[in-house]
């Protein structure tokens, strides 16, 4: 089955900075990549996806990029803010004819004022 | 647009002790999926419930077992409770039941057993 990995488990930047987090998936049928964020006692919240029909996807400060070749995407989050500062996780869903979201193992992001 | 709700938000059972959680989807949504969250961890697919049928089922015992409404509204029924069923249970809709189709995440059950 689909298995992701996702590095780093923790990152450390300054307000302003770029912060990047990457995964790696096993299965190539997955097509269908979302990025969640999930602040401490909340729900996690969408932020972005990518199919893999498309290589890149922009949204203000976000974005994501897709190597299929590789099996490899990434979140780039620019100009970082506190407000931030949260656990982020990777996904991968495949073509199986439902919704199986296979989610990374999270990276804890800190942005310091 | 109301978002997912699930209810309760924390429950304390006792191993062998059943329980059921309850979720409530997005507006227009019409697909339900429920994970399971272990603190530190990812959330795990448990099962997805499309027209009131289960159409996709991850690797969690039979004892978990749910259920969809008319409303497409949903349960999920934990049988035998063990102590590692302790965890945060999520549930997410969607408008559809393609594989890509954005999933939304409610708030959480988190489930204690003692």
């Known amino acids: 089955g689909e298995n992701v990995e996702q590095h780093p488990s923790t990152l450390s930047v300054q307000e302003g900075d770029s912060a990047v987090i990457k995964c790696t998936y096993s299965?190539?049928?997955?097509?269908?990549f979302p990025w969640y964020k999930q602040e401490l006692g909340k729900r996690p919240q969408l932020i972005i996806d990518?199919?893999?029909?498309?290589g890149e996807k922009k949204d203000q400060r976000i974005a994501v990029t897709l190597n299929k070749t590789a099996k490899h995407f990434s979140l780039h989050i620019t100009e970082t803010q506190p407000e931030d500062s949260a656990v982020y996780f990777c996904?991968?869903?495949?073509?199986?004819?439902?919704?199986?979201?296979?989610f990374g193992t999270g990276t804890r992001l800190l942005v310091s004022p | 647009e109301t978002g997912v709700t699930q209810s309760p938000t924390h429950l304390i059972k006792t191993r062998g002790q059943q329980v059921t959680l309850r979720c409530s989807s997005q507006?227009?949504?019409?697909?339900v999926s429920w994970y399971q969250q272990a603190l530190g961890q990812g959330p795990q697919f448990i099962f997805q419930?499309?027209?009131?049928?289960?159409?996709g089922r991850g690797n969690f015992p039979p004892r978990f077992s749910g259920l969809q409404f008319p409303n497409y509204s949903s349960e999920l029924n934990v049988n035998a409770l063990e102590l590692d069923d302790s965890a945060l249970y999520l549930c997410?809709?969607?408008?559809?039941?393609?594989?890509?189709?954005?999933?939304?995440f409610g708030d959480g059950t988190r489930l204690s057993i003692l």
């Open positions: 299965d190539s049928a997955s097509n269908y």
């Open positions: 997410a809709s969607s408008p559809g039941a393609s594989s890509n189709q954005p999933q939304h």
């Open positions: 419930y499309y027209r009131e049928e289960e159409n």
């Open positions: 507006s227009g949504h019409n697909t």
């Open positions: 996904a991968a869903g495949d073509n199986t004819g439902f919704q199986k979201l296979v």
């Open positions: 990518i199919r893999s029909n498309v």
